[in-house]
T-cell receptor, first 114, second 115 residues
Framework: DGGITQSPKYLFRKEGQNVTLSCEQN?????MYWYRQDPGQGLRLIYY???????QKGDIAEGYSVSREKKESFPLTVTSAQKNPTAFYLC?????????????FGQGTRLTVV | AQSVAQPEDQVNVAEGNPLTVKCTYS??????LFWYVQYPNRGLQFLLK??????LVKGSYGFEAEFNKSQTSFHLKKPSALVSDSALYFC?????????????FGKGTTLSVSS
């Protein structure tokens, strides 16, 4: 079945450590997105990519980095510069830029700083 | 600034009663509007969307939404609520900026349906 796979489901990070969240899709979608979800704040856009080898900062990109070397993959690295990384992270994709098609979401990764 | 707002943090209804979850938006041009539902520790599931045409949009699980251009609203509705409808609901709008397009979300509304 086609879909988006995020891994791991749960991730624990020590202070000062970088961690990478995986997002893979087999929907042949062009655009991919990373959102952060905190209680009472909804979903905030971290980074998005409309095409391979290109990506743009969202509203809260500081302390995060991404790459888009393959159409299917859009990993998110939470760096030590992100001072409050504990949150639920969601990856999404859409078929093409500007389209009217809805986004498809992965099941999320819950990151906790220990 | 382009944005979407959900004015209610929580909506409480009794099973069998109609429900409404409110959403207003502010975008340039014609909006593409979406509703999603989220169950605990899960991703978002698509419910319905408005692109163009009929202002009343029907979606999954008996939900519908009414697009009102003059009031810039896109409220989610259901004639008869079920306990299983209890979840977190997000309104979203597709926006166009210098770097391309992105989907922005409201803060979410928790729907609680009591039996």
């Amino acid at each position: 079945d086609g879909g988006i796979t995020q891994s791991p489901k749960y991730l624990f990070r020590k202070e000062g450590q970088n961690v990478t969240l995986s997002c893979e899709q087999n929907l042949n979608h062009d655009a991919m997105y990373w959102y952060r979800q905190d209680p009472g704040q909804g979903l905030r856009l971290i980074y998005y990519s409309q095409i391979v080898n290109d990506f743009q900062k969202g509203d809260i990109a500081e302390g995060y980095s991404v790459s888009r070397e393959k159409k299917e993959s859009f990993p998110l690295t939470v760096t030590s510069a992100q001072k409050n990384p504990t949150a639920f992270y969601l990856c999404a994709s859409t078929p093409r830029e500007g389209g009217s098609t809805e986004a498809f979401f992965g099941q999320g990764t819950r990151l906790t700083v220990v | 600034a382009q944005s979407v707002a959900q004015p209610e943090d929580q909506v409480n209804v009794a099973e069998g009663n109609p429900l409404t979850v409110k959403c207003t938006y502010s975008v340039s041009g014609n909006p593409y509007l979406f509703w999603y539902v989220q169950y605990p520790n899960r991703g978002l599931q698509f419910l319905l969307k408005y692109i163009t045409g009929d202002n009343l949009v029907k979606g999954s699980y008996g939900f519908e939404a009414e697009f009102n251009k003059s009031q810039t609203s896109f409220h989610l509705k259901k004639p008869s609520a079920l306990v299983s409808d209890s979840a977190l609901y997000f309104c979203a709008v597709r926006v166009i900026n210098q770097a391309g397009t992105a989907l922005i979300f409201g803060k979410g509304t928790t729907l609680s349906v009591s039996s």
